[in-house]
């Protein structure tokens, strides 16, 4: 069973900084996508960013230039790392996995959701 836990929420003021993590317990994390999604309050989930079994990454137009995202197969961890924090960045971060050496945007793609951490980001 693979299970995914995101903590590194919080509450923060516009222009701040937050790192975001996702431990994924699986035995063959190295051949797995993750990507993260935020829900915003009133609105579908979207897209964020996402990196490859094979290190690649990939942002949302909205988050280019700001969030970084990484992994450490070793620590079976993705992280998130977020910069110049905006208001319009607030929501539920949920990370998703699934096996495999594509692109994955799309919700359905992935087989595996953690719950979530809040992101709140005060102007």
């Known amino acids: 069973q693979v299970r995914l836990v995101e903590s590194g929420g919080g509450l923060v003021q516009a222009g701040g900084s937050l790192r975001l993590s996702c431990v994924v317990s699986v035995r063959t994390f190295s051949s797995y996508a993750v990507g993260w999604f935020r829900r915003a309050p009133g609105k579908e989930r979207e897209f964020v960013s996402i990196i490859t079994s094979g290190d690649r990454t990939d942002y949302a137009d909205s988050v280019k230039g700001r969030f970084t995202i990484s992994r450490d197969n070793a620590e079976k961890t993705v992280y998130l790392q977020m910069r110049s924090l905006k208001p319009a960045d607030t929501g539920v971060y949920l990370c998703?996995?699934?096996?495999?050496?594509?692109?994955?945007?799309?919700?359905?793609?992935?087989?595996?959701w953690g719950q979530g951490t809040q992101v709140t980001v005060s102007s």
């Open positions: 998703a996995a699934r096996e495999g050496s594509n692109w994955y945007y799309h919700t359905a793609s992935y087989d595996h």
